[in-house]
T-cell receptor, first 110, second 115 residues
Framework: GENVEQHPSTLSVQEGDSAVIKCTYSDSASNYFPWYKQELGKRPQLIIDIRSNVGEKKDQRIAVTLNKTAKHFSLHITETQPEDSAVYFCAATTGNQFYFGTGTSLTVIP | NAGVMQNPRHLVRRRGQEARLRCSPMKGHSHVYWYRQLPEEGLKFMVYLQKENIIDESGMPKERFSAEFPKEGPSILRIQQVVRGDSAAYFC?????????????FGPGTRLTVL
């Protein structure tokens, strides 16, 4: 089955700096890669996703890049704000089952 | 435009009791997924259901756990004879088509505590 690895597990940045979270996957058939943000005690919320036919996608301060050859994808958050502090999960899927990374706890220091 | 609903939000059970967790998908969605999240860990897939069918239960423990999604009503995740190790947050998600090109939307979760 698919194996998704996520790094780093924790990340602290100063407000206004950029944050980058990286994930690798093992199954070359994976074709959909969502990113979820989970605040403490709350549900995972989809923040951005990318499909395998696209190399990059941007939505305001958030961008995701995908390198299918290397089987890795990354989340980029620019101009970070304190409300960006949360746990971020990447996921990969070839079909029904989403395989999640272990999460990155992001802290934005005011 | 109601999202995915789960109840109860918090459930406390003593060892040996049964836990029943309910999930109502988003309106129009007929595909439901259950995930378990242990403290400080990621989400682990348990089971994928469509109405009246279990499609993929490869992540479900073989014993004590069962799931259903009847023609009418919510999806139910049932844990019999709970043990302390079952304490976790259980999230369900739903999608419209169930294909790999479709986003899964998560409910607020049920936090199960086994005493």
């Amino acid at each position: 089955g698919e194996n998704v690895e996520q790094h780093p597990s924790t990340l602290s940045v100063q407000e206004g700096d950029s944050a980058v979270i990286k994930c690798t996957y093992s199954d070359s058939a994976s074709n959909y890669f969502p990113w979820y943000k989970q605040e403490l005690g709350k549900r995972p919320q989809l923040i951005i996703d990318i499909r395998s036919n696209v190399g990059e996608k941007k939505d305001q301060r958030i961008a995701v890049t995908l390198n299918k050859t290397a089987k890795h994808f990354s989340l980029h958050i620019t101009e970070t704000q304190p409300e960006d502090s949360a746990v971020y999960f990447c996921a990969a899927t070839t079909g029904n089952q989403f395989y999640f990374g272990t999460g990155t706890s992001l802290t934005v220091i005011p | 435009n109601a999202g995915v609903m789960q109840n109860p939000r918090h459930l406390v059970r003593r060892r040996g009791q049964e836990a029943r967790l309910r999930c109502s998908p988003m309106k129009g969605h007929s595909h439901v997924y259950w995930y378990r999240q242990l403290p400080e860990e990621g989400l682990k897939f348990m089971v994928y259901l469509q109405k009246e069918n279990i499609i993929d239960e490869s992540g479900m423990p073989k014993e004590r756990f069962s799931a259903e999604f009847p023609k009418e009503g919510p999806s139910i995740l049932r844990i019999q004879q709970v043990v302390r190790g079952d304490s976790a947050a259980y999230f369900c998600a739903s999608s419209l088509t169930g294909t790999s090109l479709d986003t899964q939307y998560f409910g607020p979760g049920t936090r199960l505590t086994v005493l």
